[in-house]
């Protein structure tokens, strides 16, 4: 952690304000957390001047393996995203992605039903990918907020819904080798079908404590953690880390080093923890209800311009639609001719890729700028826009760099538009 | 049964009882035929000579060795400056004695009143040493794009883990005031790993510290537990209506790395020190209730004083032999 200039000059305040002796008493309280979910896939973390985002993806491709076990469940992997030359930052998002990764599909533990995520055995499943990143680590908690906001995304998420086509099984391939392989994916375009969420069992959250004297200090800064964890002689304390879920459970604690520590002091920080996280769930529980309402507010008023718009042109419209009702309902043939330059994900025989969807009168190729070698397969998992952030202005000023990948659906509509406008032009 | 682990008679898979330690032995560097190396150590033999303190641990089957450099010169780029040293510097405001500490004046942002510890763990390749299993591989990680296999990523992840363990614990153990501006490296090499690697690194790396004559105010000592859920959901509702003993989670001290693999509960490696305060504490496992692992946090508490207590016996007898010697 990377420890202010000016936090030296103001150091001294900190134990006295610990021990409560000055006027500004020991903190027993939370600062309060502000959850923004964004675009349907990602929430942005506000804790103090912390602020963390995670950013969920999904892609549909063979699974990692054709065990019969994994072959059967889709993949949930957490990541860090910041830019390289952070590396302040860029460790503490290693440091979180581990925990929350273990947390959410270690052993013995399964937050999200990976199994719900297979579309068909050993062929295609969902595979999904939370980018965690902070852009500014200046209060401390980056666990804490990345965790947060991780299961706020996890649960804002939506993935298309997706129809396996059975009766294909008698169409006869180019190569003919596989039949196995000749079931349809279809992917479902979400103002087609309505997105499915995805199935999370429990919602373990990370809490962070800093412990002095027996005084537990929630969400410390890193001027509390540098207090607590100061050798000071007998007078020590130090930073634990909790991973509790809603029962209460604790999955994972992790009190490294600094000064000696009661086991009846790990006990009450457990118990925060749990506490803790009732708090949080329900600002999360509120932020989604908000955020589903406002979902539910745009979609009446983009059909509502819709209408409007086809009243004024009919022929745009008809353009849009053509376009419109190519791009829904995609059917990803699950055995296209083979290409060359053969990236199975896992370099599994017998799967390709979907590099080949049958996309014709589609809207030109989006550019999409992960995973390239997936290819469109990543452009049919992302959700529509139809959150009220994105306005461009919105999302260009306040995301994080590398969260800058633009969501297909935000350019098909610009296409449209264009469109429209040409027709427009033309009549 | 209590447990599949756990044989009729309560015996676990290598005779022991569930409460009960490997055997442990403790060697210094005065056991290393030390004196044919050449004074220049240039030899290459054997890296000892070069070292300030070495030092090995092994309970059972798991081995390590941890050699001590230094104190020594801290190299002036070495890292920003710590937590500790915040702290250390607004005492140097208030008029604390730090700055006596610190041989002189203390310059904003560039002495150190308080010495570092660095830490490093290598699993050595022979090693049968655990690797936590991860499901989700298809995916390329940062290490991977670093040009790194998926196992030695995993293997890489890990020891930076166990080394952010030793270098924080033993920040706390060594009386870091006493070293200002100066380093204390610490390297443990897991020579094999047969469970519990993590507590006998620490274990190894705090010998070592003894062995280099390092300044320690509060000696602690680590061990694995496990615990390991009664039985299976089925026969637990079978034995429902007869006697609720069984289903009493089982505690394991000191894991082998099959039952580290097949335990269902949490895992822990728990670090006290001698005065009886936790000084580290490392658990990971499947979502479990706050009083087992509060009786799992406390359970550790006699078994980490017993190898302490074999731990002070052979440095005491190793410093008795360098007496002779001197004399």
């Known amino acids: ?427 | 049964m209590a447990s599949p682990l756990l044989s009729p008679e309560g015996l676990r898979g290598d005779g022991r009882r569930p409460m009960e330690l490997r055997r442990l032995r403790v060697s210094f560097a005065a056991n290393a035929p030390l004196e044919d190396t050449p004074a220049d150590g240039a030899s290459g033999a054997c890296g000892f000579a070069l070292c300030d303190g070495h030092a090995s641990f092994t309970s059972g089957q798991t081995t390590c060795t941890a050699l001590v450099l230094g104190p020594r010169e801290a190299s002036r780029f070495s890292a920003a400056l710590s937590a500790e040293e915040v702290v250390a510097q607004g005492d140097v405001f208030g008029g604390g004695g730090a700055a006596a500490a610190a041989g002189g004046g203390v310059l904003f942002g560039g002495a150190r009143a308080y010495g570092t510890i660095a830490a490093s763990v290598t699993h050595v390749g022979f090693a049968r040493s655990k690797r936590p299993a991860s499901n989700a591989s298809s995916f390329a990680g940062a290490g991977r794009r670093a040009g790194l296999s998926a196992s030695a990523w995993r293997k890489t992840t890990l020891e930076e883990e166990h080394a952010e363990v030793l270098r924080s614990t033993l920040s706390a153990v060594v009386d870091l005031k006493l070293y200002a501006e100066s380093e204390i490296a610490v390297h443990v090499d897991v020579v094999s790993g047969d469970g519990g690697e993590l507590a006998a690194s620490l274990n190894a790396a705090f010998l070592a510290l003894l062995d280099a004559g390092i300044a320690v105010t509060n000696p602690m000592a680590a061990v694995t537990v496990g615990v390991f859920p009664s039985a299976s959901k089925e026969t637990q509702q079978q034995q429902s209506d007869g006697n609720k003993s069984g289903s009493e989670p089982t505690i394991m001290l000191d894991l082998t790395s099959m039952e580290y693999d097949m335990c269902s509960g949490v895992r822990a490696t728990v670090a006290y020190y001698d005065r009886g305060d936790v000084a580290a504490l490392v658990l990971d496992g499947a979502p479990t209730d706050q009083t087992t692992i509060d009786g799992l946090v406390k359970t550790c508490q006699s078994a980490c004083r017993a190898v302490s207590e074999t731990m002070r016996t052979a440095s005491l007898s190793m410093l008795k032999e360098r007496a002779i010697v001197l004399c």
């Open chain 1, 1 to 427: 952690m990377r420890a202010p200039a000016a936090a030296a000059a103001s150091v001294t305040y900190v134990p006295c304000r610990l021990s409560g002796s000055s006027n500004i008493p020991a903190r027993s309280k939370h600062r309060s957390v502000h959850i923004q979910i964004r675009n349907n896939n990602s929430a942005v973390v506000t804790l103090g001047r912390t602020q963390a985002t995670a950013h969920v993806r999904a892609v549909l491709a063979p699974p990692s393996s054709r065990h019969t076990r994994t072959g059967r469940e889709g993949t949930l992997r957490f990541r860090a995203a910041s830019a390289p030359h952070e590396e302040a930052l860029a460790s503490l998002e290693a440091g979180a992605a581990r925990v929350l990764e273990r947390a959410f599909v270690g052993r013995q533990r399964r937050a999200l039903d990976l199994e719900s995520l297979c579309v068909t055995a050993g062929k295609r499943v969902w595979h999904i990918e939370v980018a965690l990143a902070i852009t500014c680590a200046d209060d401390g908690c980056a666990t804490e907020a990345l965790g947060i906001a991780a299961v706020a995304a996890l649960r804002a998420f939506r993935r298309p819904e997706v129809s396996v086509d059975t009766t294909g099984a008698n169409v006869t391939h180019i190569d003919g080798a596989d039949d196995a392989h000749a079931d349809k994916v279809v992917v479902h375009d979400p103002r087609d079908r309505e997105p499915v969420p995805l199935s999370l069992l429990t919602q373990p959250l990370p809490f962070q404590f800093a412990v002095l004297d027996g005084v537990i200090i929630p969400d410390p800064t890193p001027l509390e953690v540098a207090a607590a964890s100061a050798p000071r002689g007998a007078e020590t304390g130090s930073e634990v880390m909790v991973v509790v879920n809603e029962r209460g459970e604790v999955s994972q604690l992790a009190k490294l080093g600094g000064g000696a520590m009661s086991p009846d002091a790990i006990n009450k920080c457990m118990t925060a923890a749990s506490r803790r996280h009732e708090e949080i769930m329900k600002v999360i529980d509120e932020t989604l209800a908000s955020h589903e309402k406002a979902k539910i507010a745009a979609r009446i008023r983009r059909h509502g311009a819709a209408v409007a718009a086809s009243r004024k042109d009919d022929r745009a419209m008809a353009a849009a639609s053509a376009s419109a009702n190519a791009a829904s309902g995609m059917v990803v043939d699950a055995a296209p001719p083979p290409t060359q330059g053969n990236h199975n994900l896992a370099g599994t025989i017998g799967l390709r890729r979907m590099d080949a969807p049958t996309l014709e009168g589609a809207p030109p190729a989006v550019p999409d700028a992960w995973p390239p070698s997936h290819g469109p397969a990543s452009k049919t998992a992302k959700s529509s826009v139809i959150g009220p952030d994105d306005t461009p202005a919105n999302t260009d000023a306040q995301r994080h760099p590398t969260m800058l990948a633009e969501d297909p659906s935000d350019l098909e509509d610009a296409l449209l538009v264009k469109k429209a406008k040409k027709a427009k032009r033309k009549s």
